[in-house]
């Protein structure tokens, strides 16, 4: 029997270690955070960007406030969007609202984390920890998982790139 469990042990460790790097998720209160990543970037890159989903399931709205990490020197919330024939990007000083049963993807082109002055550069394959925080949720420690320079992110659930719209809300309810 001992043979069994131990087999079973290393059949687990060799299937989870076969899963794709980026596929990972996180929980803190009624919200649900979905593959955050990043794009890796050149030497001595000003910023670097992070993004996700990020599913309330509960029945109350919470707000994205920012958040911190040892990778850059100061975590930004941004929005990225047209204005007349002039795309513009500004800081959400008061953060970013998750309406209860809905999913608000952070995506290249709409909104995004700004991490200011990285530290080094991200590279492909590797993990950045970041905190982010929610005004009731509180804390949750995730990794951005380091894609290519030019990712352009994939929908981690049906939910996340409905109609195709980075950076918006989608507006599925979650039961």
Known sequence: MRLTT????AAAIICAASLPAGAHSYKVGTLEIGHPWSRATLPNAPVAGG??????????????????TPAAAKVELHEMKMEGDVMTMRPL???LELPPGETVRLAPGGYHLMLMKPSKRFEEGERVPLT???EKAGEVKVDLAVDKPDAMGK????H???NGHAGQKTGAKSK
Request: proline residues 3%; aromatic residues 6%.
């Open 6 to 9: 131990t087999t079973i042990a």
């Open 51 to 68: 993004y996700m989903t990020i599913t309330n399931t509960g029945k109350t709205a919470d707000r994205l406030l920012g958040g911190t």
């Open 93 to 95: 000083k008061e953060g």
């Open 132 to 134: 982010l925080t929610f």
């Open 155 to 158: 929908a981690p659930d049906a």
């Open 160 to 162: 996340a790139g409905h």
